[in-house]
């Protein structure tokens, strides 16, 4: 008497269900760490464009600094 999928069926039913454990394991990790990840790096990104536009010349001490402390808030 056959009893369902055998080897076969068992492997793949402990596959999905190890692939499912895992990807909710990359899912929360990357909800709860991207959103902290992703602020601090728009801001360094900013800032640091923006020390670049100074750099250049595009902008003047003055501006550079009114733009920084608005970004800085």
């Known amino acids: 008497m056959m009893m369902g999928f055998g080897f076969l ?3 793949l039913f402990w596959g999905l269900f190890l692939a499912l454990i895992v990807g909710g ?3 929360l990790l990357r909800q709860t760490t991207g ?3 992703s602020n601090g790096a728009e801001d360094r990104t900013a800032l640091r464009i923006l020390d670049e536009r ?3 010349g595009e902008i003047d001490r003055e501006e550079y600094e ?3 402390a608005t970004l800085e808030r």
Request: net charge positive.
């Open 9 to 11: 069926g068992m492997l």
């Open 54 to 56: 100074l750099a250049r």
């Open 66 to 68: 009114a733009i920084r």
């Open 25 to 27: 394991l990359v899912f």
């Open 35 to 37: 959103t902290q990840t």
